[in-house]
Every structure is written in C-alpha cells, then in structure tokens.
C-alpha cells in the first residue's frame, strides 16, 4: 500500500477524531503537559492530565484512551501509571506507552519493562528509546529524552519488541516506522527542526493514543495516520516558522486547520517491508 492507498483513511481518521472529540488520560511527564493537551485539542481530541493514584478508579473508566509517559518519572507517579494502564487494558481501551529517556537508569528501563507486561496497544519511541526497551542496545549508552539512533536503526528492534509485547512498535524520526512485527510501514512526513521542540514526540505519543480511540481495532493503521498527520503540521508549520519557538505555535496551528485537500495531497507513506 503506498501514499495514495493511505490518505484517506488518514483523513477519516483525523475526521473522526474531529467529530468524535475522544477524551485521552495523560499521564505525561512535567516537561511535555503543555503541549500534549494543545495538540490534543488542536486535533480536535479533549485532553485530561489526571495522573494521582486516587483518581484512576473513578476517571479511568470515562476515557476513550490513555498515553503513559515516563520522560520524568518518578516512584510515586509509577502507581498511577500501573493502575491506569491496567485498567484500560482490562476494559478494553487502547493506551500508549512512551519509554521516554528509558535508557536514563535501571529504574527507569524496570519501570518500562513492568508496564510493557500491562499490554500497551502501542510503543512509540525514538530510535535509541525502543533499541534500549527491546533488549538490543548496549549499557550505559544515552544521551536522555533525545535519539542518538536513526529510526531505521531501530527497525530490527521495533519488530522484535513488537513480536514479543504484542504491541505495535512506533519509531520516531526523520522517517516514522511503524510495525506490528510483520509488517514495517514508513511515514515520511515532518521536518526536522520538529526535533528542536521539545516534547513533540511526547505530543505524537497522545496524538496516537486519540486515533487508536476512533480506530481500536486496526491499532497499526491508526498509529501510521497520527503520525502523518503530525508530521503534515509540522511541514506546514515550518514554512511559517522562522524558528523552532514559532514553529511551536505554527505547528498547533496547522493541526488545526489541516483540510481534506491538503491531507490528500500530502500523506507521505509507504511500505518498508
Ligand atoms: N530529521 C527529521 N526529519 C523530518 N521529521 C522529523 C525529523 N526528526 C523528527 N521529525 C518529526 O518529529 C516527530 C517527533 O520525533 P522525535 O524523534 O523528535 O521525537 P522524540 O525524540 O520522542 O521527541 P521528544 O522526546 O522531545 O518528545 C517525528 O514524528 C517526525 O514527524
Ligand atoms: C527534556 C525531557 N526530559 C525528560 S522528558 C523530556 C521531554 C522530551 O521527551
Ligand atoms: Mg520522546
């Protein structure tokens, strides 16, 4: 299937999302709130930081999905992030795991490994995160929440990761690689000074988690349009942006305003293998 074959399932789905208006658990880390919540409700999704163990039992059950982050984890936040993902699993709702800077500490990577167990329908990384969660990188070797891996690097540990979690993998990057362990799809949509903002993978994961809710049951097709989407915005945005703090705003802003027209015309997706 290439680009033509995807589009407009890409924009039903942001259409959806739009009409739909899915309210997404974010237990996010403390860098990236601002923005998630924006690009979520840019997309037209409602989002909802509610993070403290008390709250799960009664809002869990009200979300339509759930993305977990661990960019700023720490031992009272991991509770929470365990009992909401084990009730979205239990009743059936999609989630998101971010392994953000896993590769920071064993505590960190441990945290990880225990949430991978509670079934995430998805794993969105960048190349280091999800060579460092699949077991194939060497210790020691990190240089926090940014990659020092392409995400073409991490295509053998995305499947891998994939097969053995049951989840689809999602790697960040110059190309966006998506893949249930089978099969390996490309999203070549973004520019690169998205990587100068922070927390826009961060954004991506929540953005994920909003079209798993419209599109449960085709997790990898769902993942593979949030992720053009995404990266359609950011394209737009830099052509208004004279940096990466203005093409913060310009990128929420053509999430926004992101037509059918332009959806069609731009989704740069093919099949890897
Ligand atoms: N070199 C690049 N060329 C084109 N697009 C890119 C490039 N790098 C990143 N992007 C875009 O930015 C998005 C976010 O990817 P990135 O790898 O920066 O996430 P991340 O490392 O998880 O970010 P963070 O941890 O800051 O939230 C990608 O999905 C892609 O659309
Ligand atoms: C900068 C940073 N540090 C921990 S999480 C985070 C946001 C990007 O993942
Ligand atoms: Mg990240």
Redesign the pocket.
């Given at each position: 299937m290439e680009s033509k074959e995807w589009s407009s399932g890409v924009w039903t789905r942001l259409h959806d999302v739009r009409r739909g208006s899915p309210l997404v658990q974010c237990i996010t880390n403390l860098v990236?709130m601002d923005l998630v919540a924006n690009t979520l409700l840019s997309a037209g999704a409602s989002p909802a930081m509610v993070h403290s163990v008390y709250e799960v039992p009664d809002f869990t059950p009200h979300i339509h999905a759930l993305c977990v982050n661990v960019g700023t984890l720490t031992p009272d936040w991991l509770p929470s992030m365990k009992a909401a993902a084990e009730l979205a699993s239990h009743l059936g709702k999609p989630w998101v795991l971010d392994p953000?800077a896993v590769s920071c500490s064993g505590f960190r990577l441990k945290a990880c490994l225990e949430l991978v167990e509670l079934k995430p329908s998805v794993i969105k990384?960048?190349g280091s995160e999800i060579i460092a969660l699949s077991g194939s990188g060497s210790q020691g070797h990190t240089k926090g929440?940014?990659?020092s891996h392409e995400s073409t690097e991490a295509i053998e540990a995305a499947k891998s990761l994939a097969l053995s979690s049951g989840a689809v993998v999602a790697v960040?990057?110059?190309v966006?690689i998506v893949t249930d362990g089978k099969r390996v799809i490309g999203v070549h949509?973004?520019?690169?000074m998205?990587?100068k903002i922070?927390?826009?993978?961060?954004s991506?994961s929540a953005l994920v988690a909003a079209f798993l809710s419209v599109d449960p049951l085709q997790p990898l097709e769902a993942t593979v349009s949030a992720?053009s989407v995404?990266?359609i915005a950011?394209e737009l945005g830099e052509d208004m942006a004279k940096g990466p703090g203005s093409l913060r705003m310009h990128l929420i802003d053509s999430l926004y305003r992101l037509d059918e027209t332009t959806v069609l015309s731009r989704v740069k997706i093919t099949k890897l293998c």
């Open positions: 990236s953000a990384g960048n929440a940014d990659s960040s990057g110059a966006d949509n973004g520019t690169k998205m990587q922070t927390a826009t993978g961060c991506l992720m995404f990266g950011g």
